[in-house]
DNA sequence: TTGACAAATGACACTGTGTCACATATAATG
DNA sequence: CATTATATGTGACACAGTGTCATTTGTCAA
């Protein structure tokens, strides 16, 4: 987490740093990403950095904290909505990041997530820590989910199944940036797989 | 692809550099992975590295490459044996590494592929090309599924079955070196996920 | 006005990269 | 066999980026 001495940077001088860190994240992933560049855009000294951060990853995870929290807010209040039914809240989170993707409306801040954000297990070096968390491995909202239909035992057969609901969405919406597909190829794309998930794929 | 040097160079030779980078490869991330400790361990010059390979991704690449027909070779088996079901094929597949990896035989070589196999479109960054491809991806294998049982109306629909199977079971694997999880827990999990995608999760 | 503390700075030592002119080995030729 | 040609091996070098730290600058209370 950032040190005091960002903390008490003036708001605007914090939001030239962030928006510095924003267009390097963007532009190609953490490993790839340089504090040289960042510093330059940002117009502050390389040791300020290090006075404010630890390191690219502190900052990176700094930016990523705050989308978690959106995106739990986002699942809460679509739980609430669908009654607890996971599959539909997956497809209107998905639904709602393609269009913002599509609207260009901060369209760098989630091609920084797209470009950063791992599933929890997907890398095993320097990322590991910085993962964001898929929003139900909150305890509040996975008691939000509505238990009856699903065919759980356990706690960790549901765990599975939001597991898999988050890698196989989130992969569908990744190959957007690789392939360029229309928006709608990818949304029949994640509601297919969703399909799947719910109803099985043997006849 | 190395250049000619290397494969001209001796077996003697050529197995010192390929062991050197499995070491490297296996001990971190391509991202990570230094060619430094490469050519240190494997006795040659930096320069010679050069004139070998254009650079470590098509090294590891190069690397990937023989795992790859070794997994397609053991998929077409298991696919005759088991009379094209694709699940069970998954599942041979995964009791095979998980066993692989349980007796230490050349253990290295397994973790530097779960270290560095991404499904293809994993990454965005240097590594977008170096993936490996799961084994169905080419389509004499495609072709000896079994799709009688299958809800597949087109190829597309296939593929995104095949993708999903690859990418839900190699996750499971993957936990095994982060929360060193029994084999047992492991050869559940990956179990369970296909029997939801088979099955799926609503009764 | 001074002193004391927080914040900012960029030169510095360090690590690793990719290249290139040169050294050495191997093969081909008269 | 000597000579030339060609392929392979080598490490010093220039370069890029990192993280540190002694020093400078700014701010505020006494």
Redesign the interface.
């Known amino acids: 987490m950032p040190k005091d001495t960002f903390l008490n940077l003036s708001e605007e001088k914090k939001k030239k740093i962030i928006n510095a860190a924003k267009k390097e994240f963007s532009r190609?992933?953490l490993?790839?990403a340089s504090i040289k560049n960042i510093v330059e855009e940002a117009e502050i000294a390389r040791g300020s950095f290090y006075q404010y951060f630890e390191s690219k990853e502190d900052l990176l995870k700094y930016m990523l904290t705050s989308c978690e929290k959106k995106l739990e807010e986002f699942s809460k209040q679509k739980l609430i909505e669908n009654r607890g039914d996971i599959f539909q809240v997956y497809i209107d989170m998905y639904d709602f990041i393609t269009k913002e993707l599509i609207k260009s409306k901060d369209r760098e801040f989630y091609i920084m997530i797209?470009?950063n954000v791992k599933?929890s297990?997907?890398?095993?070096?320097?990322l590991?820590n910085i993962a964001i968390k898929g929003p139900f491995q909150e305890t509040s909202l996975i008691n939000m989910i509505d238990k009856t239909?699903?065919?759980v035992n356990n706690d960790d057969?549901l765990k599975?199944?939001i597991?898999?609901l988050y890698?196989?969405t989130r992969?569908a919406l990744?190959?957007y940036?690789?392939k360029k597909d229309s928006y709608n190829k990818i949304r029949d794309?994640y509601i297919?797989?969703i399909e799947?998930?719910?109803?099985?794929?043997?006849?």
Do not use: C, H, W
Not at 121 to 126: A, E, I, K, Y
Not at 196 to 203: A, E
């Open positions: 190609v992933p490993e790839e797209f470009r599933a297990d997907d890398n095993l070096g320097v590991q239909n699903l065919k057969d599975t199944i597991r898999m890698i196989i992969k990744v190959s940036f690789i794309t297919k797989m799947y998930l719910k109803y099985g794929i043997l006849k």
